[in-house]
């Protein structure tokens, strides 16, 4: 079972916000079918909630491992597509029960080739087959797997391997893909919610301006919002955040082992027997003891060995240790999470009033601003752009409250085509320039004045000389305008 997609929330740095809501009954397990590449930003931002006072037991997924090492982890081998022979031949020494046709019971002793002459004359041939060799109360019984009707493995733990090794056959068919269950613990009828972040393509912003010579400029806003999950997005309450809040990526779902030193271990030589002479008088001097390097090792690790014994150390754990470990048993307390929903510092919210339906792998076209602004037609010049004439632009100025992001602007003029401009963020209160064609009806003569003249400055502080230089040039332009309306040239 899987809970409905309830709410999306898609910020431009390339991660969007699911969330799914719904009704969990007694203890149920719900199901979330993700690509491989999302299993790391799940790992990393899974948000589950019973808000019923039920629990959340355990969240299992799939191993990241491939399929062929799965199953060869398994009891029953099913790599490369094997036979009923190859099969039988892995469960030798097991108890089976075979039909043919009467049924009976017997332990596996193994698989053999038999070549049988088949057809007579010009048709005559040789084939082989398998036969299953098995120990019966009567003795041994060798059958044709021909002839074979049934085979049932007894022992239920090899039973169930092998149908585990079916389900992992199953979910391998689309090897890009899967499966996190999530399991909730309760009784009746509860809420409950499962949120999560994951990799998603940036929405974007077209923009269309219409000028109008007795009217103010209306802009109309589309965002570009691509849904290339594998579920179909119905119903839902879309978001779209302008802003980017610091999002990173780590291989959560990769396994991790963290290497160790090889020790070997030290080896001592064991003691020689030896042989004594005659005794000794009591007057007789005695030869003082060895005291070789190898003679006073052994003494050291006697030594240590003794205090192993004796004086251990103790491996109870101390009242700290458990009074931590009774406050990390508290951490499967909820937390109620707090959701944006407006603008904050350098985030702003697009909130989409009706439900959003959108096909997976699917795109769509969605309206987010249409408001009248304020704005002033000029004329920009730029001797690198162009020697001769000016660009037909616009200083547009934002008078709504909405955050206008970057994107293209397609302008039309008194209902024509005036030409294309891009924009960059326009926050509520600023205006921007925007050029969108030649002016073709304006030319501009630029000429230069007196040369290049270079101004030097020198001071002297605190015992070190600044020197500043600086050209000027004395620039006169010549602005010609053949249009009967009057303009403005920056």
């Given at each position: 079972?899987a ?28 199901d ?43 009891g ?64 041994f ?63 974007k912003?077209t ?86 390097r190898?003679e ?8 240590k ?33 707090t ?17 959003v ?18 704005g ?7 001797q ?41 963020d ?32 020198v ?21 010609k ?10």
């Amino acid at each position: 079972m899987a809970l409905p997609l309830s709410k999306i929330v898609l910020y431009s740095s390339g991660v969007g916000y699911f969330q799914h809501d719904g009704t969990v009954h007694n203890s149920m397990q719900l199901d979330l079918r993700l690509h491989t590449n999302q299993i790391n930003d799940l790992l990393k931002s899974l948000v589950v909630q019973d808000f019923g006072g039920g629990k959340v037991s355990t969240v299992t997924y799939g191993s990241h491992d491939p399929v062929s090492k799965t199953l060869g982890s398994f009891g029953i081998n099913l790599n490369g597509n094997p036979t009923l022979g190859q099969i039988l031949t892995q469960v030798r020494g097991e108890p089976v029960e075979v039909t043919a046709p009467n049924p009976f019971v017997g332990t596996l002793l193994g698989v053999e080739k038999k070549a049988e002459s088949v057809g007579e004359g010009s048709q005559h041939r040789l084939i082989e087959q398998e036969y299953v060799t098995l120990l019966t109360e009567e003795g041994f019984r060798s059958l044709s797997l021909a002839n074979v009707q049934h085979i049932k493995l007894i022992n239920p733990s090899l039973n169930a391997e092998l149908h585990q090794a079916l389900a992992a056959l199953v979910t391998n068919h689309d090897a890009q893909k899967k499966t996190v269950s999530i399991t909730f613990d309760g009784t009746g009828n509860r809420q409950a919610r499962v949120a999560y972040l994951t990799e998603i393509p940036v929405w974007k912003t077209t923009y269309r301006l219409i000028l109008d010579e007795d009217k103010a400029p209306y802009m109309q806003g589309w965002a570009i919002v691509e849904n290339q999950t594998s579920q179909d997005w119905d119903n839902v309450t879309l978001s779209l955040i302008s802003g980017r809040p610091i999002s990173f990526t780590m291989d959560l779902y990769q396994p991790l082992y963290n290497p160790r030193p090889v020790v070997q271990p030290e080896l001592y030589a064991n003691l020689k027997p030896q042989t004594y002479g005659d005794a000794l008088d009591e007057n007789t001097p005695m030869a003082p003891a060895p005291s070789t390097r190898s003679e006073m090792k052994k003494e050291r690790l006697l030594g240590k060995m003794a205090q192993g014994l004796v004086g251990g150390r103790s491996h109870i754990p101390a009242e700290s240790d458990m009074a931590a470990a009774k406050e990390m048993s508290r951490i499967n307390e909820g937390v109620t999470p707090t959701a944006m929903a407006e603008d904050k510092g350098e985030l702003f919210e697009y909130r989409i009033d009706q439900p959003v339906t959108i096909a997976k792998h699917q795109s769509a076209l969605l309206p987010i601003i249409g408001q009248t602004l304020q704005g002033q037609k000029v004329s920009l010049y730029n001797q690198r752009v162009n020697v001769k004439h000016p660009l037909n632009g616009y200083r547009l100025k934002n008078t709504s409250d909405l955050h206008v992001m970057q994107g293209p602007i397609t302008l039309f003029d008194s209902g024509t085509y005036a030409g294309d401009a891009r924009i960059e963020d326009l926050p509520p209160g600023q205006d921007r320039l925007i050029s969108y064609a030649l002016d073709l009806k304006t030319e501009v003569e630029p000429k230069l004045e007196g040369g290049t003249q270079e101004l030097a400055t020198v001071s002297l502080k605190k015992g070190t000389m600044l020197i500043s230089r600086r050209l000027v040039e004395d620039r006169t332009y010549l602005v010609k305008n053949r249009d009967t309306k009057a303009k403005t040239v920056l």
